[in-house]
């Protein structure tokens, strides 16, 4: 007798038909039948209307930040003030002769004073780019950020905190940039307060009235410049229009009706860097347009900081909930015994959202049994594909059965190429949300689009179900980081990658998979801090000594085992595995601000080390036992 097939709490699926296309030469083309229909002009259209409709809800909330570095109760941000603070820095802005030659640059973490510049920025038609806040805190030489200034020679700078972001911007802000900030002043530098600002006294006519620079935006208006996290190469500046924020938004609508729910507006309990597509454009965007509240959380998923995600969400309900799988991982653990968390994050929520990584499934399983002892179903886990240059939202799951992997169908309006590359299958992107290219790189903008002016992801997919297109595509990892053994094998690192990362749950954040030109494949790990239990080791050992204790080595001695057995081949057999004391550095590119692991600048940087493994002389280097000594261990 078959088990019972699981129940959901309810959610509709807006996309769930596909039109497939085959071309002659192996190409095909995949789009929604679901037609898009018809998108704003601007994002500002959306603060004005809600700042009329609901002036006196929430836009935006964070906790009050005390002087020893503890958070209060919530400030909130209403619509009414949110669109007064638009008018009023945007003013200020367009005084000072700001434009897209000239935009503005911030050096903030997500805070109120941050979205108040943005939403400025927004009104008056002025271009602004959020910079990496790791890029002025945990950077030792600050090249990205001179980078970030060398590309957008920017005419203002905001800094949240002058005390915090003072050697970054003394180092990467040259002379005559005007900087601005919410606390402090800057040595030696003139330094205007954000106060001044926001006291600027708006004109609604005549030159430079901030109400007629508002009316002449419109879709083709550059928005923001969007950093990518970069790998080998310094990062370069998406572009982003109002065109293909607009769209976006409604393409994430007609996906996930949930957010337009005119009885439910969203409500969000995030920490996604603005820096970032899915927080910034993502998450604020959804928000804003569909009227709803976003709570900044200044939690991240760290062993330092999860407590005050934890914390949020035992006070705050989201209706909807997005992180990263690191995130998700934590927060299921830790609902497995707190009762008020389980019950306050379920007792609303109609969608959770992963993206940036792979979901393991054994994370996933978790969250299911949590959710069915407290409310008796399943929370969707949705999910689906995208990066920065797609505004980021571009597929999307297509049914409640999801697994880990599966991306669903393209959003409505937008159309993907999938192309044979090797044995891989490469998506491209082609719609109104995907940008125009990248600031003052014409060399860079030419080679990402194909002669159909087609976005070239790198991405590479396959179908779920090759008899049934409807179910859509599932990931299979990045085409660039797929490689060949010397014996001409070639090598998958993206379903392998994830294979190793549930094998190891939850003690591994992530894997580099190792191996070009070599006879074996061979994987480093990146732990994460649940494996400090395994030693028994307290929290201030070096984790150097955690990752040669004998009882973490005997462990991931028996995953490596685990994976052995269950290898079909040389291609996906890990033959030697490495433990990484040192973790992923900000500086060369290794890890963005997400958490998220970029497997060519971690290769690349610690090219030594991957040589050693792959030589037998890396210490700690862990082999496949034989059957018949694992049989007898």
Known sequence: MSAAAPRYRALDFGVTQASVRHAAD????????????????????????????APERSFMARRAKRADGSTGDWVHLSYADALDAARS????????GLSTERPVLILSENDLEHAQIALGCLYAGIP??????????????????????????????????AARYERALLAAIPEGVEIATASGSVPSRATTSFASLRATAPRSEGDGAVDAAMQATGPDTITKFLFTSGSTKLPKAVINTQRMWCANQRQMAQSMPVLADPDSPPVLVDWLPWNHTFGGNHNVGLALVHGGTLYIDDGKPTPALIGETLRNLREIAPTVYFNVPTGFEAIANAMKTDEVLRKNLLSRVRMFFYAGAALAQPVWDTLHEVEEQEIGERVVMGTGLGMTESGPFGLYITRPEVKSGDLGLPAAGLELKLVPSGDKTEVRYRGPNITPGYWRSPEATAEAFDEEGFFCTGDAVAWIDPANPHLGLRFDGRIAEDF???????VSVGPLRAKIIAAGAPFVQDAVITGLNEKEVGAMLFTTGAVRGLAGLGSDAPLAEVLSHPKVLSHFQQVLNDLAAQATGSANRVARLLLLAEPPSIDKGEVTDKGSINQRAVLKHRAELVAALHAGTAPNTLLPQPTEQRRHA
């Open 89 to 96: 820095i945007g003013q200020a802005l367009l005084d000072r």
């Open 26 to 53: 192996g190409t095909t083309y995949l789009s929604a039948t679901l037609p898009l229909q018809p998108y704003a002009h601007r994002m500002t259209d959306y603060l004005v209307h809600w700042a009329k409709q």
């Open 128 to 161: 602004w780019s959020p910079a990496s806040p790791a890029y002025s805190l945990v950077s030792q030489d600050f090249e990205k950020l001179r980078h970030m200034v060398s590309t957008l020679t920017p005419g203002l700078v905001f800094a949240s905190d």
């Open 484 to 490: 060949k053994l010397a014996t001409g094998t070639f």
